[in-house]
């Protein structure tokens, strides 16, 4: 199970509503270049948001990863979440980036 999935289940069951109803409009208050960047390992956007000192960075990259859907990479063949389509095919990051390099 997911760090977001399991911290908000655990602040449920202490009762902290405060706590609870901030993870759950996290939607609301992080933006979707935001999200994506958290997707891609900027940990520089925590400086952006106003989020509580109680809130960690694994648990908002839990939150922002958690209904990525892995696809098969066309060169590696390797089940990722994060990557590129390019003509209708799904290359992983670390394919692209090692396909970058070397061009």
Same mark, same amino acid.
């Given at each position: 199970? *997911?760090?977001?999935?399991?911290? %908000?289940?655990?602040?449920?069951?202490?009762? /902290? %509503?405060?706590? $609870?109803?901030? %993870?759950?409009?996290?939607?609301?208050?992080?933006?979707?270049? *935001?999200? *994506?960047?958290?997707?891609?390992? /900027?940990?520089? $956007?925590? *400086?952006? %948001? &106003?989020?509580?000192?109680?809130? !960690?960075? /694994?648990?908002?990259? !839990?939150?922002?990863?958690?209904? @990525?859907?892995?696809?098969?990479? $066309?060169?590696?063949?390797?089940?990722? !979440? @994060?990557?590129? /389509?390019?003509?209708?095919? &799904?290359?992983? !990051?670390?394919? &692209?980036?090692?396909?970058?390099?070397?061009?």
């Amino acid at each position: 199970m *997911q760090a977001y999935k399991t911290v %908000l289940m655990e602040l449920k069951r202490k009762g /902290d %509503l405060e706590k $609870v109803k901030w %993870l759950e409009g996290m939607n609301k208050r992080i933006t979707k270049s *935001q999200k *994506q960047r958290i997707i891609e390992n /900027d940990n520089e $956007v925590m *400086q952006e %948001l &106003f989020a509580p000192k109680w809130v !960690s960075w /694994d648990l908002i990259y !839990s939150w922002a990863t958690e209904g @990525l859907e892995k696809k098969n990479c $066309v060169l590696c063949g390797k089940k990722d !979440s @994060l990557g590129m /389509d390019f003509k209708g095919k &799904f290359m992983c !990051s670390g394919c &692209f980036i090692e396909l970058k390099h070397k061009i």
